[in-house]
């Protein structure tokens, strides 16, 4: 019987954009695999084989004969044709010999790279070490592959040829290199769907007023930098534009579809596209997997087509794609009202909200480069795109509206990255709690609401969340058109004290800084403000302060070193106009040579005057104080985050992590017997041998399977101790007062667990065994440390306040794992009651080093053990000595693929 181990199909995007799918060789292969090495060039072969005579039919026949053997082949496949091959013969049960072969055509789009990463992957499963290959000295192009992997590679020069050796596991800088090649090949994808060259509309409409009309009359009337083809088999011609029956008519190439034929006419639309050579396809058309079972097989079906022929897609059911770059002019939707150029690239999950979105940014005079609608996002997702973000010169902001995210772990390692470079908004709708899971531990309630994880991962990965859009609109507006705010320091300038004070009162709501204005500038203002003008902050120039004073108090305030922003607030009166004092607004600005934002607030039923939204210069304008405090909080808080040094995953050396997988083998293990539970609770002592493989501190304890080896147990501690019973449905002790403290000696332990065991067995339930732990000295801070494993985000690690008030306080921080030494810090020090850990009235301080410390060992653990599904420890002591857990229960899951 064959031990081979046979990797599953993926599909994978290549450098340019375009995509394979990747797979086990079949029996069936030999076939496709000879006209594979036929097609090679001689060079080609002789460069893999190290003879270009070689026998094709043998090495065919041995590739498809893999899977009756120990050793594994992969295929590359396009358009059902095999592009590529890697394959390993073992040497030995952990050593193999590793080959690749890619088609001519194929070379140089990262192809060899995907394929090492695939059986590398394969060969871990397998147990297969180390991988070694040996390299024809002129084979440049292998070698240099190798080199570039960020695996280890050792190379050793013999005659004529280089040896190589490598280990199979992936290393971090492995990792990055495929990460970056990963976001190469997004970008490349992206581009490819946003700058096509000629476009084709499949359902392209006679008349206007329909979807497939719209879409053919909005590239037509934008100007687009190619030929548009619209293709209708019932129409000699299209709004004036001779139509083409069928994609496969059209004489030229296509780079572009845009689809809006009925559902059922989808697929042979694409099947169409892939014959001609498309590169990518929008499918606007509806009735996919958003309709249910049989729209979910359509939508894998329209996939596979596209995936079979390296096709990409944005949809289906969506609104379509908008490029404003004068080299493009592509406004591929059936929206009304097209967008006016500019710097705010938008994604939408709603196609309905897309058409509001554009219409509600022009009137802001926001601008887009790019508007993106997913819809059910079958292929290219919000990740692929905000990828492509990150290079384009034309997007300086990325604005989301998300339904919700397919992969969010991805999802948070992209807007990390890119976040650093591009300031990321999002708007995710979905925050009542209706989607809670039920849990049965302190952590599980206070986490039970899905919101809080996207918080978490909103926040970790500096993406700024705004609750309404009105407020995304207005964070939109800022950072797209003034700088970064370099502090958290503002000044006020209003004409009235009223507002003046309750943008003062929102601005340190909302941790802004409302300095003094010191006195040098003080007297400065003084020199042309009336005597009775306020010249602290807020700067209140009185009503009628004319433009020109605007004018020079704007510039004296924007020149203060002590300040990162200025609010400008203009209340109407009837001696002065809004148009003079955005004049003077205007002037003071363009005079400034100090990079600072700037933000206005016109009271007034007219908006913004159009002096300060003009080509060159656009200070964005609110209705009311409160929201520019709001919009500058948010753009303050993600400067922070963007120049504060990025954290480190610590990588632990006395983890001893075979011990913990031996453990949590076992147990689960025990779940396999028939009829039982497929999770289960660690008994305590299986808690403590686990956390102790990674080194999470936990106090002194024994377990006993009568009172009087709990009495024994206790004397062996020694000092006073706590007794706990131990029995599968005890799992809040407190409320079933299966919990002892403050008990010393054995007699007492001894009598106290006899007590115990009665009035357990009186609530129904038998004590099986006796929990003892050393009591845990006074005087520290109760915490809570506690994980659940999310189907989606995977392990969500919570530290908040802990005792017995835990759901009641409901002071807890959450982050997605992995944890960074940052991440512990901001958990720990952002709490409400973290003045307790910090000597609060005179106490000693507490360890926190020591908390975070035992936060990231905790995190450690669950990435390694995804089986973990919920954890909790609590409380936890947290004294000036360290940080210890008294009480952790885990519950482990079997892991569904």
Known sequence: MSTTYSPGDIDVVLRDGSSVRIRAAHATDAAAMLGFLKALSDESRRLRFGDAAMDLEATARRWAGVADCEDCCVLAVQAGEVVGQASYDKATADRARVGFTVTDSFQGRGLGTLLLKRLAEAAAADGVAVFEADVLADNHKMLELFRESGFGITMKSEPGKIHVEFATSITPEAQ???????????????????????????????????????????????????????????????????????????????????????????????RECAQKGVHGMVVITAGFAE????????????????????????????????????????????????????????????????????????????????????????????????????????????????????????????TRRVGRQKPILAVKSGRSSAGARATSSHTGALLGASDVTVDALFKQAGVIRTDTLGEFFDVATLLANQPRPKGNR???????????????????????????????????????????????????????????????ALKLLAE???????????????????????????????????????????????????????????????????????????????????????????????????EAKALVAGVLGSMQAPGAEKSRWLLPDEVAKLLGAYG?????????????????????????????????????????????????????????????????????????????????????????VGVVHDKLFGPVVACGAGGTAVEVLKDVKVRITPLTDRDAHEMVTSLRTFPLLDGFRGAPKCDVAGLEELLLRVAAMVEQHPEISEMDCNPVIVRPEGAVIVDARIRLEAVQE
């Open 696 to 784: 999470v501190p936990m106090a002194t304890w024994r377990l006993a399977n009568t009172p009087e080896e709990a009495g024994a147990a206790a004397a062996e501690i020694g000092g006073k101790v706590a007794l706990k019973g131990v029995a599968p449905k005890l799992i809040h002790k407190t409320e079933a007062k299966a919990v002892v403290l403050n008990l010393e000696g054995a007699a007492e332990v001894t009598e106290q667990a006899v007590e115990m065991a009665a009035r357990i067995a009186a609530q129904g339930t038998t004590v099986e065994k006796f929990f003892i732990q050393q009591m845990v000295p006074s005087g520290g801070v109760e915490m809570l």
């Open 560 to 658: 203060w070193d002590g300040i990162d922003a200025v609010i400008i607030l203009y209340v109407p009166v009837l001696v002065t106009n809004s148009e003079e004092i955005a004049a003077g607004v205007r002037a003071a600005a363009l005079e400034i040579e100090r990079e600072i934002p700037m933000l206005s607030v016109f009271l007034s039923s007219k908006g913004t005057p159009d002096t300060l939204k003009t080509e060159g210069l656009s200070i964005p304008s609110y209705p009311f104080p409160e929201d520019a405090a709001r919009a500058l909080a948010h753009a303050v808080r993600y400067g922070i985050w963007a120049t504060t040094p990025e954290g480190v995953v610590p990588k632990y050396t006395d983890v001893r992590t075979s």
């Open 291 to 414: 309709t249910g079972p049989a729209g979910k097989e359509m939508q894998k079906e329209l996939l596979g087509i596209a995936r079979e022929a390296g096709m990409r897609v944005i949809g289906p059911n969506c609104m379509g794609v908008i490029n404003t770059h004068d080299d493009v002019r592509m406004n591929a939707t059936f929206s009304p009202n097209a967008p006016i150029q500019g710097n705010v690239g938008f994604l939408s999950q709603s196609g309905a909200l897309g058409l509001a979105v554009i219409e509600y940014a022009n009137t802001l005079n926001l601008g887009l480069s790019t508007f993106i609608s997913v819809g059910n996002k079958a292929d290219l997702s919000g990740n692929d795109f905000i990828q492509y973000w990150a290079d384009d010169p034309a997007t300086d902001v990325i604005a989301l509206y998300l339904e919700s995210l397919g992969n969010p772990r991805k999802f948070a390692r992209i």
């Open 490 to 552: 503002v000044a006020i300038l209003t004409n009235g004290g009223g507002p003046g004070i309750l943008c003062a009162d929102a601005c340190e709501a909302d941790g802004l800084i409302v300095p003094q204005v010191p006195d040098d500038i003080k007297a400065k203002l003084a020199e042309f403000l009336p005597a009775d003008a306020g010249l602290n902050n807020p700067v209140d120039m009185i009503a009628a302060a004319p433009g020109e004073s605007y004018r020079k």
């Open 176 to 270: 990055a290199r495929f990460e970056a090649r990963e976001q190469i090949a997004a970008m490349n994808a992206v581009r490819g769907m946003l700058a096509p060259r000629s476009i084709a509309v499949i359902g392209a409409g006679r008349k206007r007023r329909t979807i497939g009309g719209e879409v053919f009359h909005n590239l037509m009337d934008g100007g687009f930098n190619g030929p548009v083809y619209p293709v209708n088999p019932g129409a000699e011609v299209v709004q004036s534009v001779r139509a083409y029956k069928s994609i496969l008519d059209i004489d030229g190439p296509v780079d572009l579809a845009v689809i809006v034929v009925p559902a059922k006419l989808t697929m042979q639309a694409a």
